[in-house]
């Protein structure tokens, strides 16, 4: 069946602009994650949903970054005023029941460059 | 000291060489634990949980040490497809939160 999907791909941006990230989880899937991973690093957290829950927003590094997700499907990643740093990869995962941290299954990422 | 923790590596070790990492995590109550495998520019993905007795498929063995508070991964007869980065996950309590991702052990396989 389809995995989970993202676009862009890639997306090259200038300093100052905001951008949007989409995620498509696998259908069924309650619980949704975002990740950042920079270039040669580990995977920073950022947000987590589950069902109708209110969203899991202690990773979020500012408050320029902010997510959405329409009941148990796609999700938002916005990122306001985009700064250099901000470059890296977004990955998002699904998972069907996060209370026994079944297995993730992660998109392919959107690879984020701000110059 | 950061939360899990593993050597980066990089391990370069023959083909059909078997080679072991650990994995360390400093939250004594972390209940879950995992390993992904990530190849290059690609996302990662599961590739064996890990059980309070041990747990082996096939050629990898995942071992848990509560006591030490580490996670290891042992791979025999190592393949050429092995080279990746592998991740060690812990999972400290039921927040999304406590999902830790350890930053990843380089293997490089070579013929």
């Known amino acids: 069946g389809a995995g989970v999907s993202q676009s862009p791909s890639n997306k090259v941006t200038e300093k100052g602009k905001d951008v949007e990230l989409r995620c498509d989880p696998i259908?069924?899937?309650?619980?949704l994650y975002w990740y950042r991973q920079r270039l040669g690093q580990g995977l920073e957290f950022l947000i987590y949903?589950?069902?109708?829950?209110?969203?899991?927003k202690s990773g979020l590094p500012s408050d320029r970054f902010s997510a959405e997700r329409t009941g148990e499907s796609v999700s938002t990643l916005t990122i306001q005023r985009t700064q250099q740093e901000d470059s890296a990869v977004y990955l998002c995962?699904?998972?069907?029941?996060?209370?026994?941290?079944?297995?993730?299954?992660f998109g392919p990422g959107t690879r984020l460059t701000v110059l | 000291r950061k939360e899990v923790e593993q050597d980066p590596g990089p391990f370069n070790v023959p083909e059909g060489a078997t080679v072991a990492f650990n994995c360390t995590y400093s939250?004594?109550?972390?209940?879950?634990f995992f390993w992904y495998r990530q190849d290059c520019r690609k996302e990662p993905k599961l590739l064996m949980s890990?059980?309070?007795s041990g747990n082996e498929d096939g050629r990898f063995t995942a071992q848990l040490n509560r006591a030490s508070q580490y996670i290891s991964l042992l791979i025999r007869d190592s393949k050429l497809s092995d080279s990746a980065t592998y991740l060690c996950?812990?999972?400290?309590?039921?927040?999304?939160?406590?999902?830790?991702f350890g930053s990843g052990t380089r293997l490089s396989i070579r013929p």
């Open positions: 890990v059980y309070s």
């Open positions: 939250n004594s109550a972390s209940q879950s």
């Open positions: 996950v812990v999972n400290g309590n039921s927040s999304a939160s406590k999902i830790i």
């Open positions: 949903f589950q069902g109708n829950s209110a969203p899991d």
């Open positions: 259908s069924g899937h309650t619980a």
């Open positions: 995962a699904s998972s069907f029941d996060h209370l026994e941290l079944r297995e993730q299954f």
